[in-house]
Every structure is written in structure tokens, then in C-alpha cells.
């Protein structure tokens, strides 16, 4: 047993209303500068949509994570030990600039200096870049809002396992379905970035698991960004260095939220401790697909098991990180309750940010009308779900049903237990059996309900006391770690290092 902690995650898309508060946010305080205004370290996605950069879910295109290599090995898809060395000089896989967006501003002084004519003078589009005059063809947020367009929702990759009936389904007016996806780096605890660097600047901090670019020994080779299937970094073109999203370490150390936590309007974000066995991340990433979400579980362990203390101990976690990881709202979420799921786990990356699946849009139609507020029908059944639960499980279990439905299944019953207590129009037999049905207990539906509805900001972000001159280090060596699973060994950190 080999203990690890890490700060983790966990967004709750029921309450996200994609006011985009939190991409303002990280992008005032980290990437407003040159060279990095096209980067969103915080982003939110509208689904079903192609995202940013377009298409990033297509690992055919860009080889990002792990495969199994003959139900054996893991091996990165980007790169061999050979092809990583032929890949340094030119990379097919890499996104473009296209495939983000050109940035741009606007000319604003043309609005004071333009000569005198019939025409109320306009601030013209111009490139950041070149300064020259440019059409606006993209953005990180070009399809917010229009799910269910031909232009962007049918480019959405998920779509593939859906039939055509399901697919047309989306595009008919009345069942036009969204939801919003924030995505920020998952801090995996298998990193493919970590793995596939040449430099080996990629590394996780071995005291809370955040995996950062040390920016003097990177050389901007930038097989991190075909490597990551996220597409959480980005390359600087100013620096010639990579960036990405550092978890406002900053502010943790500080004992404060990060920025996008901070400023998270729908106060959908949680943040805690988690405590996992690092032997047996391997082994749980070469499980078969649909058993993904169960093994990533199973490799979290109990905070309150005297053998798990033992160990971490023994790693040189705290008491004070470990009395953080009994009081984490994500371990609720993600292993006691059961509700939280990783984003595309079968990249087999072992994200560290969770995500609760919004029950919103998959209840919110009934026949030929968006909303039925019958007696019987307060909530819709799964099987009548508007968005599809075949395309809610290609983004959050592999392609496992079961495991979406069983948490839908849980929020609906805490709705319908709530529902009971303070409008009083449900029978209480019928509450018992949903509740039965969906697993839960009064006790837990309460408990899930006041973390999700009125928590306090203590209870969402239990910040665990970082010291980095405390700090454990977690380097791995460059040619170690190449074509591994990303893992170095733990040992006390240098000073000014």
C-alpha cells in the first residue's frame, strides 16, 4: 500500500447555469498576457458540442491517453520510445491554431481618428497576432447555447454509439436538450502529460497530487498537448513554453479557493482530499471499460482505515491532510454517495475531477410537452429521458449505463424525498420505493441534500494546510518515466529547487 493525497474536485452540472464567471475569472488572474490569449485554462463547454479546441474528444485525431497494449501494458497513444523521438520535429497530432481560435481585439482608435464620411466609423476585428484585419470564424465558446445545430452538436463525437433515430431526436425543436461542462485540468493521477515529456519539466507534487510545467526546463517539444487528451495545455508562442492550469496553488498555500472556485456563481464546485493506493493505479486503468469507474473507486481509499493512516504516515502526509480527506466533500460524493464520475475515464488518465451528471435536462420532457407537472409524473422516467443516457455515459463511465442511471436514479430520489417533506403532494410509500430503488436512505437523501443546496463555503471547500516548505517530492526521471504509467517515487524535497 503506498498512500498519496491529492486535492481534488468535484462540479455538480445541476447547478452550473453557464454564466461563464469562472473562465473570466482564471483568465484575469493567470493568462492575460502575450502570448497567452488564446488559452483558457477554465473553459465551459455547451454539450452535446464539439468544444474547445474543436473536437478534442477525437483520440483518433490526436492519440491523447493511455491504451492497452495487448490487455497487457499501458502505452501512451501519442508516442513509442521511437515515434516520441521522431515526433519532436513535426507532430501530425497536435491541434492548430484552427482548431483553438485565432485571437483577436478590436481597432478601437478608428472610432476617434477616422476621417469624416457618411458612415458611423466601426472598431474592425484585427489579429493579435498578425494586427492584421481578420474574420471572426471561432471561439472558445463559439456553440454556447445552440445544442441541438446541425453546425455543432452533429460534430460532437459522442454521438457516435447513438442511432440515428436517437441523433435526429436532438435536432427536433421541441427536444432541444443542453448542458454545460466546465473543464479545467484533472490533475490525474495518471498523468499521460507527465509521461510523455522529453524534459521531463512535467511533474505532480507528491504533497497534494497538482501536476505542473516547471517552466526553466521546459523546451516547448509540446508532446505534452498531444499526450494530454483533455487539451488542458498550451503552448505560449511568446515563452516557446508550455502552460497550463496550476490550481491556484498559489491560493491553496494561502489557505484560499482557487479563482474559478471562488468566483463560481452557481457554487457548483467542491474541493477536498482524496487519499489513493499509488500501487494499484496500474492495475485499475488496464481494467476493461465499462468496470473503469468501479476500479478508479476502489483504488480511493477510506480516510478513516487505520492501515490507510498507517501508510500515509508513513509517506509523509500530515495529520492535518489526513484529517482534511476525512472531512472532503468529494469522498462523499465520488465513493460514499456514489454520484460523482470521471470525465472520459477510458483515456485511463485517472482523473482527479469529478463530475455529478445534471439531471435537468434528461427529466425535463414528457410526451409532446418540454415539462409535466402531473401528480404522477413530477419528475419523467429515465426511459423517456430528452437527453439521451447512452450519450450522458460515452462522457462519464466508458460507456456504462448502469453507472449514470444508478446516480441520476439517487439525485431524483432526494428530489422526490424533499419533495414530500416541503409540498407534501407525494405519497410516502412512493417515496420509500424510489428511494429503495435508487439505493438511498432518508438519513443520506438529507445529507446529500444539505451539501448540495445550502452548504456553507466551508463545507465545499475543505482546504487542507499546505506548507511548501514541508512540501514531499514527486519527480520521476525523464527516460523512468517514459512509456510508464507517469509515477516517480516520493522523497523530501530540495530547498530552492
Not at 441534500?449 to 463545507?459: E, G, N, Q, S
Request: proline share 6%; hydrophobic share 35%.
Amino acid at each position: 500500500m503506498d498512500i498519496r493525497a491529492q486535492v481534488s474536485m468535484v462540479f455538480h452540472l445541476d447547478k452550473c447555469i453557464g454564466c461563464h464567471t469562472c473562465s473570466v475569472a482564471c483568465k484575469n488572474v493567470w493568462t492575460d498576457r502575450p502570448g497567452a490569449e488564446y488559452m483558457w485554462w477554465n473553459n465551459v463547454e455547451t454539450k452535446p458540442g464539439t468544444g474547445f479546441p474543436h473536437r478534442w474528444e477525437d483520440q483518433d485525431r490526436y492519440k491523447g491517453g493511455w491504451k492497452l497494449n495487448g490487455s497487457k501494458d499501458l502505452q501512451l497513444k501519442s508516442q513509442s520510445k521511437l515515434g516520441g523521438l521522431l515526433k519532436l520535429f513535426y507532430n501530425p497530432n497536435q491541434p492548430g491554431l484552427e482548431d483553438y481560435y485565432e485571437p483577436w481585439t478590436y481597432e478601437y482608435e478608428n472610432l476617434f481618428d477616422a476621417p469624416e464620411g457618411d458612415d458611423q466609423p466601426t472598431a474592425k476585428p484585427i489579429s493579435q497576432i498578425t494586427g492584421e484585419e481578420m474574420r471572426i470564424e471561432g471561439g472558445p465558446n463559439w456553440d454556447d447555447d445552440l445544442s441541438g445545430s446541425p453546425l455543432y452538436a452533429a460534430n460532437d463525437v459522442n454521438y457516435d454509439l447513438l442511432t440515428p433515430e436517437e441523433r435526429q431526436q436532438l435536432f427536433e425543436i421541441q427536444r432541444v436538450a443542453f448542458m454545460y461542462l466546465p473543464r479545467i485540468c484533472n490533475h490525474c493521477a495518471n498523468p499521460s502529460c507527465v509521461a510523455s515529456c522529453p524534459s521531463g519539466a512535467l511533474y505532480k507534487r507528491g504533497e497534494d497530487g497538482i501536476v505542473l510545467i516547471n517552466q526553466d526546463v521546459c523546451r516547448g517539444w509540446r508532446a505534452c498537448i498531444s499526450a494530454c487528451p483533455y487539451k488542458k495545455i498550451y503552448y505560449n508562442w511568446v515563452t516557446g513554453k508550455s502552460e497550463k492550469c496550476i490550481l491556484c496553488y498559489p491560493r491553496l498555500e494561502t489557505g484560499q479557493a482557487p479563482a474559478c472556485f471562488h468566483s463560481c456563481v452557481g457554487r457548483i464546485r467542491y474541493l477536498g482530499v482524496l487519499l489513493y493506493d499509488a500501487d494499484r493505479i496500474e492495475s485499475a486503468m488496464k481494467t476493461a471499460d465499462p468496470l473503469l469507474v468501479e476500479a478508479q473507486r476502489d483504488v480511493i481509499c477510506d480516510p478513516n482505515d487505520e492501515n490507510v493512516i498507517a501508510s500515509a504516515r508513513a509517506n509523509g502526509i500530515s495529520d492535518e491532510m489526513i484529517e482534511s480527506a476525512r472531512k472532503s466533500p468529494v469522498y462523499k460524493y465520488v465513493v460514499q454517495w456514489k454520484l460523482a464520475l470521471p470525465l472520459h475515464i477510458e483515456y485511463r488518465t485517472m482523473p482527479m475531477l469529478f463530475y455529478v451528471p445534471p439531471l435537468l435536462p434528461v427529466m425535463g420532457k414528457d410526451g409532446d410537452q418540454p415539462y409535466d407537472h402531473a401528480e404522477e409524473s413530477f419528475f419523467t422516467s429515465l426511459d423517456k429521458s430528452r437527453l439521451s443516457i447512452k450519450y450522458m455515459a460515452r462522457l462519464f463511465s466508458a460507456g456504462n449505463e448502469a453507472v449514470v442511471t444508478a446516480s441520476l436514479k439517487k439525485l431524483m430520489a432526494v428530489r422526490y424525498y424533499k419533495r414530500a417533506q416541503e409540498v407534501g403532494d407525494v405519497q410516502d410509500d412512493r417515496v420509500n420505493r424510489i428511494m429503495r430503488e435508487a439505493g438511498t436512505t432518508p438519513e443520506e437523501a438529507e445529507e446529500i441534500y444539505l451539501l448540495t443546496a445550502v452548504p456553507t463555503v466551508h463545507k465545499r471547500y475543505v482546504l487542507p494546510p499546505l506548507q511548501r516548505e514541508e512540501a514531499i517530492g514527486s519527480m520521476c526521471d525523464v527516460q523512468d518515466c517514459k512509456g510508464s504509467c507517469g509515477f516517480g517515487k516520493t522523497s523530501g524535497a530540495e530547498r530552492n529547487v
